[in-house]
């Protein structure tokens, strides 16, 4: 039977045998392009050139690794031993990952046909030295892990071969000794220096001559270190530092300037440990770009704590026990554009915080402030961020109310901020909605109709103007009389709280401007006291000195029968006149007494009056006293004044016996 296949660009009628030839010629010339792709090998898979073997229970290197492979994988499986040949024909490897094996011995130069090589991982092994010929031939190796062995000898020319090598990772080890690490500090290439004497025993200062005098170096990292206590003696010789790591080493205190060689830092990271306040150490430090304070126990951020670091672009402090963040807390950070502040206590983002980001409204794009208190997210918080990209507010208390209304609309239908996981936020009040999505409770009733609202304020106030126009045209003096009428009784319920009844220590107040001081001295003062033996009150004799005019004023008011007011043109003109006049006016009304008398000096026209004197005619109705003009009736007017003097504080509208005195 004869099978006949057409495909395109071949000639139809072939037979079946005849294309599976063709095939075969085709898969021949695949192979010879790429060598890896002819290998089929049992306990591996190859993909391209990166072949993996990881956890794949070998006990030894497979020896029918293709030779052009560049990336090999053999971690996690439980190789004891390397071997001399087992990588011999690997002359293109580039990328030998071995970690997390059993190794504990290599044969010298058994790496050596590793011409090629630029990165091994012999990370979690069982390396106790690291022998002469160890390295052999590993010329253009740059990346070498080591950490996590047991690695307690280091040869003095074991690294030699190494010079290419810019980063080495020794974390975990048990290094003792500093003649064990001298080598590395002759590569000529190093930029890394990952954790050199972890969970070593090696002094602070001896960590300074390893790793600040190594010329490349410009990245340090010692996490796991027992530092404790940070001097500035420990970075003193590295001014060339770029980043320096001192993450997880039990660091409670630093030095005011532990900081101050890094000529050139960018990063710091400080997580992880025991730092209850920001160090004055990290303050001026202009070059500093990201700084990480996440796991400590902050509980406090200061005005001061973040002054002169004008360069900053990220501040990490997330994981502390920060509960408020003071407006002037961010003043100075001129650069933020990634703020990290979750897992703290802050109960609100308010205006305060925003005061201090002023001018990075339109810089900040990353703010975390999730696993904190917020309840309430502020509107102008959010509004002030326009260049905000990023916002992770997840694990927050949220309270499902109208206050956070606007922050459900925000979330609906703001399209340039991503916020983390907004479809799982849950409500933490009230109780009946506690654990329910915040996007699934409904707050339309909270949308406010301004409008209507404009509407109705607008019009009370329309309503309110022409009321109180009217009242003041036709009212006026109802309306003043009313409220002397309320302050009256405001003054009487305080004096009755304060068990003080009125004295009445003379029998009249003389209320007068100073230059009608001399009729007062020469007429009225010789008539009422040295002829009719009344006793006054006078602002020269009788204020006590030192307190207070209006309380000198209250109290000789208050404290006489009678208030005599020298009416003139000037006493309208003074203010201090004016403020007697109202006292008495305002006794008047707060006792309902007529203690109030008017001696008119000038001929003073009605539209003239201040409100208090035309008031004194609308309440009481009295007669007013005039000094006569051409020395007549002098006699008549002393008597009057006397009748005036005499007759009693009662309500009565009118003393038949002052008919003869003149009205006005």
């Not at 001298?182 to 050199?196: G, K, N, T, Y």
């Not at 933490?428 to 609202?453: I, R």
Request: net charge neutral.
């Amino acid at each position: 039977m004869t099978l006949k296949v057409t495909m395109p660009g071949i000639r139809s009628g072939l037979t079946f045998s005849q294309l599976r030839l063709n095939l075969c010629f085709l898969m021949y010339c695949w192979v010879l392009a790429d060598p890896v792709c002819g290998y089929f090998l049992k306990n591996c898979t190859i993909r391209g050139n990166l072949i993996l073997c990881y956890n794949r229970n070998l006990e030894v290197i497979p020896s029918d690794i293709p030779r052009k492979v560049s990336n090999l994988d053999l971690a996690m499986n439980k190789i004891s031993k390397i071997e001399k040949l087992d990588f011999t024909d690997l002359s293109n490897l580039k990328i030998l990952n071995m970690s997390k094996n059993q190794i504990s011995q290599v044969d010298d130069e058994a790496l050596g046909h590793l011409d090629a090589l630029q990165e091994l991982g012999l990370s979690h092994n069982r390396l106790t030295t690291l022998s002469d010929h160890l390295f052999q031939g590993l010329a253009n190796l740059s990346l070498l892990h080591l950490d996590n062995n047991l690695i307690a000898t280091i040869s003095s020319s074991s690294f030699q071969p190494l010079s290419s090598l810019k980063t080495v990772n020794l974390t975990k080890n048990n290094l003792y000794n500093m003649k064990e690490v001298q080598a590395i500090v002759q590569l000529p290439h190093l930029q890394e220096l990952q954790d050199l004497v972890n969970g070593s025993r090696l002094k602070v200062k001896a960590l300074t001559d390893i790793a600040c005098h190594i010329p490349t170096l410009n990245v340090l990292r010692l996490e796991y270190n027992n530092i404790g206590n940070l001097s500035e003696e420990f970075v003193q010789s590295c001014k060339h530092m770029i980043e320096v790591d001192i993450s997880n080493t039990n660091l409670f205190q630093l030095s005011d300037f532990s900081f101050r060689p890094l000529e050139q830092i960018r990063t710091l990271k400080m997580g992880h440990n025991r730092l209850s306040s920001v160090p004055k150490a990290t303050r001026n430090v202009p070059t500093l770009k990201v700084l990480d304070l996440s796991f400590n126990i902050i509980n406090k951020l200061g005005c001061s704590d973040f002054s002169n670091l004008t360069g900053l672009t990220q501040l990490i402090i997330f994981h502390n026990q920060i509960s408020n963040l003071p407006g002037c807390v961010f003043q100075d950070l001129k650069e933020l554009r990634i703020l990290k502040l979750g897992s703290n206590k802050i109960l609100t983002l308010n205006e305060a915080f925003m005061n201090g980001l002023h001018k990075l409204e339109t810089l900040v794009t990353f703010l975390q402030v999730s696993k904190n208190d917020i309840t309430v997210v502020n509107e102008t918080v959010l509004q002030s961020l326009p260049a905000l990209t990023y916002l992770d507010m997840q694990d927050n208390a949220f309270t499902c109310g109208c206050s956070d209304a606007w922050f459900v609309q925000w979330m609906e239908s703001n399209n340039q901020t991503q916020v983390v996981g907004a479809g799982e936020f849950t409500c933490n009040y009230p109780a009946d909605l506690k654990d329910t999505k915040l996007l699934d409770v409904e707050l339309q009733f909270c949308t406010v109709d301004l409008g209507l609202y404009c509407y109705i304020s607008t019009t009370c106030l329309v309503l309110l103007t022409l009321v109180a126009s009217f009242a003041y045209h036709f009212l006026k003096w109802q309306v003043i009389y009313g409220y002397y009428l309320f302050l009256a009784f405001l003054y009487d319920t305080k004096q009755r709280k304060k068990h003080t009844p009125h004295g009445c220590q003379y029998d009249a107040f003389i209320s007068y401007n100073a230059h009608d001081e001399p009729w007062v001295l020469r007429e009225l003062l010789p008539e009422l006291e040295g002829q009719q033996g009344w006793k006054l009150c006078l602002h020269h004799r009788d204020f006590q000195p030192g307190k207070p005019i209006i309380d000198n004023i209250m109290d000789g008011i208050y404290g006489s029968r009678k208030t005599i007011c020298v009416i003139s043109h000037r006493y309208l003109e003074s203010e201090w006149c004016s403020r007697e006049i109202q006292v008495a006016s305002f006794r008047l009304f707060d006792e309902q007494k007529d203690v109030l008398i008017l001696v008119f000096l000038e001929e003073i026209p009605t539209h003239q009056l201040s409100p208090y004197h035309r008031m004194r005619k609308l309440v009481k109705r009295r007669t007013y006293l005039s000094w006569p003009r051409n020395g007549e009736h002098i006699v008549l007017f002393w008597q009057q004044l006397r009748l005036a003097l005499e007759t009693k504080d009662g309500p009565a509208e009118e003393n038949p016996i002052l008919s003869g005195v003149q009205a006005l």
